[in-house]
């Protein structure tokens, strides 16, 4: 795996992207991977490595996550700017289209691309969002999202990452002491936090309205597939169901014991999207 960073343009000047790069087997399709809203590229280490058998695998940490470089301004963390950093990347990448794969906030992104004319996605793969979020699950996630509490240890901090993401399932001692590990960063004062800038969370901390992309879902024509929590709360299986008889008209597959979001670490969850992808 190589580390990579990127310049990208914003609002308010350039700004450093960092991303992951699994450069794959020579003349192998390229797949950018995105996580969801307060995550990062770490999300998809696992899946990452078992794909660059198959192909080149790009996992970006989006701004002011991870090891990316927080913005000027909190009100340029709105999806202009991430969709503007993506086409960047791309472009960086140098290939004619993608192969895309992105949870929650990622797979958003991914539909915004995928809906736009001559678009670079050629396959596309939903975690668990859609083009409807009720006003409900945007006040779900701005209750904890940007939160910016200090945790003494490593061990308090993957207490609270246990409970926050109860919803990705059954995961092992391992798996959680991984995901702690990578969310993580030392504060200056001592302790420990999330990697990430805290401000990411002040677009979701007002009164938002319903979202509603259907009109932009029904753009989307590349082959598409779902996946979903079963007992997802942002996605739910109305709208899932829905998604599967407008636009794409993608397969479906759901998870049981999962909510918000498959966390792509089960082997169930990785053959899925590998078997999809090399189909």
Not at 120 to 146: H, T
Request: hydrophobic share 40%.
């Amino acid at each position: 795996m190589l580390e990579r960073q990127l310049a990208c343009l914003g609002p308010s000047g350039f700004h450093r992207l960092a991303y992951d790069e699994w450069p794959g087997p020579p003349g192998g399709r390229t797949l950018v991977c995105v996580h969801g809203l307060s995550r990062n590229a770490h999300d998809f280490d696992v899946f990452a490595e078992a794909m660059s058998r198959h192909c080149r695998v790009v996992c970006p940490d989006m701004p002011g996550r991870g090891r990316s470089e927080w913005l000027n301004h909190s009100e340029e963390y709105v999806f202009p700017t991430y969709l503007a950093d993506c086409a960047a990347l791309i472009a960086r990448l140098d290939v004619e289209s993608v192969d895309w794969l992105g949870t929650s906030m990622g797979a958003l992104i991914g539909i915004l691309l995928a809906a736009e004319p001559g678009a670079p996605v050629r396959r596309l793969v939903v975690n668990d969002a859609g083009p409807f979020v009720s006003k409900a699950a945007l006040a779900w996630l701005g209750a904890f999202i940007g939160a910016d509490p200090t945790f003494e240890s490593i061990e308090a901090m993957e207490r609270a990452v246990r409970q926050n993401s109860a919803g990705f399932g059954a995961l092992t001692d391992a798996q959680w002491r991984r995901m702690t590990q990578v969310l993580s960063r030392p504060k200056p004062g001592g302790g420990y936090g999330y990697a990430y800038d805290p401000r990411i969370g002040d677009p979701y901390k007002q009164d938002l309205p319903d979202v509603d992309l259907w009109p932009l879902w029904d753009r989307v024509a590349c082959p598409t597939l779902i996946l979903r929590g079963a007992e997802s709360n942002v996605l739910p299986r109305s709208v899932a169901e829905a998604m599967t008889e407008r636009g794409p008209k993608p397969k479906l597959i759901e998870f049981a014991g999962v909510g918000h979001a498959p966390a792509l670490l089960a082997p169930d969850q990785l053959d899925a999207i590998e078997h999809w992808l090399l189909a």
